[in-house]
């Protein structure tokens, strides 16, 4: 396990090689699988600050352990990664300051490194540390006289300065990502004082700011709500992906009407043609696939999963239209990824990279 100065793309679950082996495994076609796992470790694995569960170390664990092949090694240096980002994030908020979302979110942060020890074989006691942390940021901090919630960022969604910070609400890069986990978890009876609040707390601002990609210092400050976006409803950032956190947070809180409310978000918003014509490629992270996957979960754990055989239909006729013409091999913006979904098997829980099973 080395810690390299210039990583590859081939260790990238987004882009690289290592995504490619996702499908390969899910097919069962362990030959090709072990070729493009090879691909992917041939420069060295990252194991320092920037692996996360879509890069280096962590992405590893993930894709070996859909085939059962994590071994103690890959998940030593897994729970090295997570205890130093513990570490750096217990300082940062020591000091007060505000999180960056690469602190926390799911593509870069603790939340993806929450969903691998969340779905690791045995329980890792780092996991509730994890979840401890989530809790931690649901609880408002004070700035400059100004109450924000607890993962406001000070840097904006592409790392520029953004005067006041922002708030993001996605799945990939914001506070809908730690709802999916917190509520993922507490499903499967892995629960930490104060998670339930947090869930709550959570699933009620995404009530209000859920119809924006991130929310800023104005925003904040209007005391009406803002108005919804006409905007794409991708898994990473849009309502599809947030509705799907929003459901799983219902179920376990016990709350029908908010789960009501998030499965019909779905049937809304796949009905509106000019939210769907800003969807432009196949792709799982923002495209046909990604809203493929979501909305077959979400029919899965609705109580009336027929409403959604329809727009699932129609969901995999514009995803098969398109694949083609996707022009990169990987899992998150690449034919791998929208194969998965158009496949529509999960067998070995490749969707938990996505938050969404």
Same mark, same amino acid.
């Given at each position: 396990?080395?810690?390299?100065?210039?990583?590859?793309?081939?260790?990238?679950?987004?882009?690289?090689?290592?995504?490619?082996?996702?499908?390969?495994?899910?097919?069962?076609?362990?030959?090709?699988?072990?070729?493009?796992?090879?691909?992917?470790?041939?420069?060295?694995?990252?194991?320092? @600050? &920037?692996?996360?569960?879509? *890069? /280096?170390?962590?992405?590893?664990?993930?894709? #070996? $352990?859909? !085939?059962? =092949?994590?071994?103690?090694?890959?998940?030593?240096?897994?729970?090295?990664?997570?205890?130093?980002?513990?570490?750096?994030?217990?300082?940062?908020?020591?000091?007060?300051?505000?999180?960056?979302?690469?602190?926390?979110?799911?593509?870069?942060?603790?939340?993806?490194?929450?969903?691998?020890?969340?779905?690791?074989?045995?329980?890792?006691?780092?996991?509730?540390?994890?979840?401890?942390?989530?809790?931690?940021?649901?609880?408002?901090?004070?700035?400059?006289?100004?109450?924000?919630?607890?993962?406001?960022?000070?840097?904006?969604?592409?790392?520029?300065?953004?005067?006041?910070?922002? @708030? &993001?609400?996605?799945?990939? *890069? /914001?506070?809908?990502?730690?709802?999916?986990? #917190? $509520?993922? !978890?507490? =499903?499967?009876?892995?629960?930490?004082?104060?998670?339930?609040?947090?869930?709550?707390?959570?699933?009620?601002?995404?009530?209000?700011?859920?119809?924006?990609?991130?929310?800023?210092?104005?925003?904040?400050?209007?005391?009406?709500?803002?108005?919804?976006?006409?905007?794409?409803?991708?898994?990473?950032?849009?309502?599809?992906?947030?509705?799907?956190?929003?459901?799983?947070?219902?179920?376990?809180?016990?709350?029908?009407?908010?789960?009501?409310?998030?499965?019909?978000?779905?049937?809304?918003?796949?009905?509106?043609?000019?939210?769907?014509?800003?969807?432009?490629?196949?792709?799982?992270?923002?495209?046909?696939?990604?809203?493929?996957?979501?909305?077959?979960?979400?029919?899965?754990?609705?109580?009336?999963?027929?409403?959604?055989?329809?727009?699932?239909?129609?969901?995999?006729?514009?995803?098969?239209?398109?694949?083609?013409?996707?022009?990169?091999?990987?899992?998150?913006?690449?034919?791998?990824?929208?194969?998965?979904?158009?496949?529509?098997?999960?067998?070995?829980?490749?969707?938990?990279?996505?938050?969404?099973?």
């Amino acid at each position: 396990m080395t810690a390299t100065a210039a990583l590859p793309r081939t260790q990238d679950l987004s882009e690289g090689a290592l995504g490619v082996t996702l499908l390969h495994i899910e097919r069962g076609d362990l030959a090709s699988a072990r070729k493009t796992l090879a691909q992917a470790v041939a420069g060295g694995v990252s194991a320092g @600050g &920037n692996a996360s569960l879509f *890069h /280096g170390a962590p992405a590893l664990e993930f894709v #070996l $352990s859909r !085939a059962r =092949r994590a071994d103690r090694d890959i998940r030593d240096a897994v729970d090295r990664v997570v205890t130093a980002r513990l570490a750096a994030a217990r300082r940062r908020q020591v000091s007060a300051a505000l999180p960056h979302a690469a602190e926390f979110d799911l593509i870069r942060g603790l939340t993806g490194l929450g969903a691998l020890l969340l779905n690791r074989d045995s329980a890792s006691p780092l996991l509730e540390e994890v979840l401890d942390y989530l809790v931690s940021l649901c609880r408002p901090v004070r700035l400059d006289g100004r109450e924000l919630p607890g993962w406001w960022s000070d840097a904006g969604p592409a790392d520029e300065q953004m005067p006041g910070g922002h @708030g &993001n609400n996605g799945v990939a *890069h /914001g506070i809908a990502g730690p709802l999916a986990l #917190l $509520s993922l !978890a507490a =499903r499967r009876g892995v629960q930490v004082p104060g998670q339930h609040d947090a869930v709550e707390v959570v699933a009620r601002w995404l009530d209000r700011y859920g119809c924006c990609y991130w929310v800023t210092r104005d925003q904040l400050s209007n005391p009406e709500p803002p108005k919804r976006q006409v905007a794409r409803p991708s898994w990473c950032y849009g309502e599809l992906g947030i509705a799907r956190s929003q459901q799983v947070a219902a179920i376990v809180l016990g709350d029908p009407v908010r789960r009501l409310a998030a499965e019909d978000t779905v049937v809304r918003v796949l009905a509106d043609r000019a939210r769907l014509d800003r969807v432009t490629d196949a792709s799982l992270c923002h495209g046909w696939a990604g809203l493929l996957t979501v909305v077959r979960a979400v029919a899965d754990d609705s109580p009336d999963p027929d409403r959604y055989a329809p727009l699932i239909e129609d969901l995999a006729k514009r995803l098969a239209a398109d694949l083609g013409r996707l022009s990169k091999p990987g899992f998150m913006e690449g034919r791998a990824g929208a194969q998965l979904a158009l496949d529509g098997t999960n067998t070995t829980g490749w969707a938990r990279a996505l938050l969404i099973t």
